[in-house]
């Protein structure tokens, strides 16, 4: 994620601490935000959001990071990844792959408003 930093008070990003990967990136208003996936193993996967003023640098992750992640004991229980996500002048629309032990669907997560709440 280029030159990510580390805001005052985040909690533990452990579920992203192989590798973050695979973002998409949406302009919104001023800002650039960032959907992408974070890797805490090479099998777990969890989505997260950041943002950044000029699209390159000091990217901010969000403190609810990560925004989507497995269902326990649901068809997404393993990993989630892969984000696409749009806004449709009245919500967030974010279809993503899940994953539960060999099978993978995909599912849509969908958020009320513009405002991301960072």
Same mark, same amino acid.
């Given at each position: 994620?280029?030159?990510?930093?580390? #805001?005052?008070?985040?909690?533990?990003?452990?579920? #992203?601490? $192989?590798? +973050?990967?695979?973002?998409? +990136?949406?302009?919104?208003?001023? =800002?650039?935000?960032?959907?992408? *996936?974070?890797?805490?193993?090479?099998?777990?996967?969890?989505?997260?959001?950041?943002?950044?003023? $000029?699209?390159?640098?000091?990217?901010?992750?969000?403190?609810?990071?990560? +925004?989507?992640?497995? /269902?326990?004991?649901? =068809?997404?229980?393993?990993?989630?990844?892969?984000?696409?996500? *749009?806004?449709?002048?009245?919500? =967030?629309?974010?279809?993503?792959?899940?994953?539960?032990? /060999?099978? #993978?669907?995909?599912?849509?997560?969908?958020?009320?408003? #513009? $405002?991301? /709440?960072?």
């Amino acid at each position: 994620m280029g030159q990510a930093r580390e #805001e005052p008070g985040l909690p533990n990003n452990g579920w #992203e601490k $192989d590798r +973050v990967t695979a973002c998409q +990136v949406v302009k919104q208003g001023d =800002w650039h935000v960032m959907f992408y *996936i974070g890797f805490s193993d090479k099998d777990h996967a969890q989505i997260g959001l950041a943002r950044s003023k $000029d699209g390159i640098t000091d990217w901010q992750r969000h403190r609810a990071n990560p +925004v989507i992640r497995p /269902g326990k004991g649901r =068809w997404d229980a393993d990993a989630v990844y892969k984000p696409y996500a *749009i806004f449709d002048g009245k919500r =967030w629309l974010l279809w993503y792959n899940g994953r539960r032990g /060999g099978v #993978e669907q995909i599912g849509v997560a969908t958020h009320d408003g #513009e $405002d991301l /709440g960072f």
